[in-house]
């Protein structure tokens, strides 16, 4: 495999990878849970996957002083990046944070920041089972 500089990744190809870094964290807490049913298991993780879900994961994250300067920048790169695509469901700002936090776990996929990725998903989950953002938008 060649080496590539992830730091010149536009923030729509470091979302596309931090959707799929950040989805594995989300399953295997689900099945911790005890949820097996296919139905079931989709549904829950709607609560920490959809667009809204991760916008207000971000929300808290800057309440909370949560992410440092760079984690910042890579979060704003992939909010900032022009997308040609859309959600259904959810407006276009609400995509766009979300897209910024999938961003932000693929840049710390790409940088080797392991124990940082695995504390900034358990963070996530636990702000989700908390209802923290039950009411965010």
Known sequence: MTEFDYQQLNGIALAYLGDAVYEPFIRQ??????LTRPNKLQRAATHFV????????????EEDQV???TEWAYFKRGRNAKSYTHAK??????YRVS???EALFGYL??????????????WCIDQVEAG?????D
């Open 29 to 34: 807490h689900l099945l911790e849970k005890g």
């Open 50 to 61: 959809s667009a809204k879900a991760q916008a207000a994961l971000i929300s808290l994250m």
């Open 67 to 69: 992410l440092n300067e």
């Open 89 to 94: 469901h959810t407006s276009v700002l609400t």
């Open 99 to 101: 897209t910024g936090f």
């Open 109 to 122: 996929q790409l940088a080797g920041e392991t124990a940082r990725l695995k504390e900034l998903a358990q």
């Open 132 to 136: 923290r953002t039950e009411h965010e």
